[in-house]
Structures are given as C-alpha cells and as structure tokens.
C-alpha cells in the first residue's frame, strides 16, 4: 500500500513495523511507514485479532486514529511475518527444511502449554493429542510473536524433530479454522 487512507472520522489505514510491545504491560508501539508519531498498540487491539504478543520489528497494517492521547491503533488488517534477521535456524532442526514443504503440512489447533522467553523455547499440545511439541524462540519470533501466553490458542505446522515433534510455524488459531480443506 502506498500512501495513508484517511476517513471523515479521521480514522487511517497505515502500515508501518511494531517498535517494541510489551504482553507484561499490556501495550507497545508501532512506527509508520509514513513517518510521524508512534501509534500506541494496546493488547486488546491484539486480543481482537487473535494473539496476545508480537515481536519487534514485525510488519503490520493497521487503522489508526488520532485521540487525546495520540495516535492509537484501531484494528489490525494484517500482520506478516519479519525477516529472520540471519539467525541460525539449523541449531535446532529448521534449516533442512523449505517452506514450500512447510506450507504443504496441515495448520493443526493446539494451546500454549507454556513459554519461557529468557530460556527461548516452550511446548504446545495439539488437540486431541498428547504428544508435547516443542516450539523454538526463532519461531515465535520469525511468525510475528513475541511471547506466547499458556493457554494461548495457536495455530501451528508440525515436523517431527530429533527429540520429538517441533513446530515450524505458529499463527493465530483463526487460520487454523480458514484453511482450506
């Protein structure tokens, strides 16, 4: 998109990079595209369209409007998945494996069993399944999230990996339930 839309109530559609957001303290801030002030992130913002953290730098197109406390985030239209940032993602058993062949595997439901971001990793549980799947901070980070949440709900693709199943790719559970059958 190029450009800002902006509407007679003076809301905008802007696309711009998440600054830093903290799940913690329950808000952050995006920077436009456009330049100008940062546009304060509210977790329910997030909440609303199906996650509850996201990472630095990650892409995202959002309404906007201007309030008494300045701009503030609206509505998320689209988040995208950041750059890896050259981070070595063979260490842990991603790095043999494309993304076309990613792509090809089922999003499967599954919940947040717990996440330590200081430790960079933790487990989800598929539903119906009682295997443990192992997700990697690099993950987390490369698909737009930034600390996911015991009991979150996700979306994931699986592989199995030298110690176990490992998960590829994690997404708000909303695609898990618009995938294509």
């Known amino acids: 998109m190029t450009g800002m839309y902006e509407d007679s109530d003076g809301v905008r559609r802007v696309q711009g990079q998440v600054k830093w957001f903290n799940p913690h303290k329950g808000f952050g801030f ?6 100008g002030p940062d546009i304060m992130l509210h977790a329910n913002v997030l909440r609303n369209y199906g996650i509850s953290s996201i990472s ?3 892409p995202i197109e959002i309404y906007a409007q201007n309030t ?3 701009f503030q985030a609206l509505q998320i239209i689209e988040i995208s998945s950041p750059e890896s940032g050259g981070r070595n993602e063979s260490s842990f058993g991603l790095g043999d494996f494309d993304e076309s062949g ?3 595997l089922p999003l499967l439901p599954a ?3 717990w996440f330590d971001k200081l430790k960079g990793y933790g487990f989800a549980n598929i539903f ?4 443990d799947v192992f997700i990697h901070m690099d993950v987390v980070r490369r698909c737009g999230m930034s600390n996911p949440q015991p009991g979150e709900a996700l979306a994931i ?3 199995d990996g030298r110690r ?4 590829l790719e994690i997404c708000e559970w909303e695609s898990a339930n618009s995938q294509p059958k």
């Open 30 to 35: 995006i920077v436009s595209d456009e330049g």
């Open 56 to 58: 630095e730098n990650c």
């Open 68 to 70: 008494k406390r300045g």
């Open 102 to 104: 990613m792509k090809s």
């Open 111 to 113: 919940r947040v069993k």
């Open 128 to 131: 119906g399944r009682g295997d």
């Open 157 to 159: 693709r699986v592989k």
């Open 164 to 167: 176990g199943q490992m998960a």
